[in-house]
């Protein structure tokens, strides 16, 4: 499957951004999806994921009650919905598809096996 994120940009702290990563290639229903994201000088870390249907979602400590993400498998593209960020959610996000999991989803990165380009997001202080 190819993934195509966009929607990342420069935004003030408070500052809200909507990322989507559209999917192609295979039927996107099938699969679980997630956002992680890479700060300079730092390892990549989990930020939200999303099962198959939808209906089931989890964040990182550092992002629940700002953060939303969510799918519309019609259109085949996943969303990350960003409010009230911080200097600290800059980084480079990317999106990633969990093919093998017939359920539920996963926050470990070695779990995904196609991801996207990223794109950077920037909250200036």
């Known amino acids: 499957v190819q993934l195509q994120a966009c929607g990342g940009g420069l935004v003030q702290a408070g500052g809200s951004l909507r990322l989507s990563c559209a999917a192609s290639?295979?039927?996107?229903?099938?699969?679980?999806m997630g956002w992680f994201r890479q700060a300079p000088g730092k390892e990549r870390e989990f930020v939200a994921a999303?099962?198959?249907?939808?209906?089931?979602?989890t964040y990182t400590d550092s992002v629940k009650g700002r953060f939303t993400i969510s799918r519309d498998n019609a259109k085949n593209t996943v969303y990350l919905q960003m409010n009230s960020l911080l200097p600290e959610d800059t980084a480079v996000y990317y999106c990633?598809?969990?093919?093998?999991?017939?359920?539920?989803?996963?926050?470990?990165?070695?779990?995904?096996?196609?991801w996207g380009q990223g794109t950077q997001v920037t909250v200036s202080s």
């Open positions: 990633a598809a969990d093919f093998r999991r017939s359920g539920g989803y996963s926050r470990n990165d070695g779990e995904y096996e196609s």
């Open positions: 290639g295979r039927t996107f229903s099938n699969y679980a």
């Open positions: 999303i099962d198959w249907s939808g209906g089931l979602t």
